[in-house]
């Protein structure tokens, strides 16, 4: 099993950036995929982004690509999301998640940290 910690989260104006991180550890933390999901109050989670292991391979939700940047560092087991340009639709609890693979993980059949919440006044 992979543990997850995220931190980062808060509360900034229209416009704004931030950036989350999510801490990693566990013996199996180098087979997994990484990746970013978030919950707005009374919706479902929704996936936001994912990225591979070595970083080559990134991929992102529709409602935040151009303005969000998934990416690693394995030396510090620690996977980033610099959100720019946050819109107050952004605003959410956001989950680091790890699967096998893509597939998996955009399922939402993850292992998950405890979330950290992103709000985003107008």
């Known amino acids: 099993q992979v543990q997850l910690v995220e931190s980062g989260g808060g509360l900034v104006q229209a416009g ?11 013996r199996t933390f180098s087979t997994y995929f990484m990746g970013w999901f978030r919950q707005a109050p009374g919706k479902e989670r929704e996936f936001a982004a994912a990225i591979s292991r070595s970083g080559g391979n ?5 409602s ?3 303005r969000f940047t998934i990416s690693i560092d ?3 087991n620690t996977v980033y999301l ?7 639709e952004d605003t959410a609890v956001y989950y680091c998640a790890a699967a096998p693979n893509v597939f998996t993980l955009r399922s939402g059949n993850a292992s998950w940290g ?9």
């Open 114 to 122: 405890q979330g950290t919440q992103v709000t985003v006044s107008s």
């Open 74 to 76: 394995n030396a510090k």
């Open 64 to 66: 935040v690509k151009g």
């Open 16 to 26: 704004g950036s931030l950036r989350l991180s999510c801490a990693a550890s566990g």
């Open 58 to 62: 990134t991929n992102y939700a529709d």
């Open 82 to 88: 610099q959100m720019n340009n946050l819109k107050p």
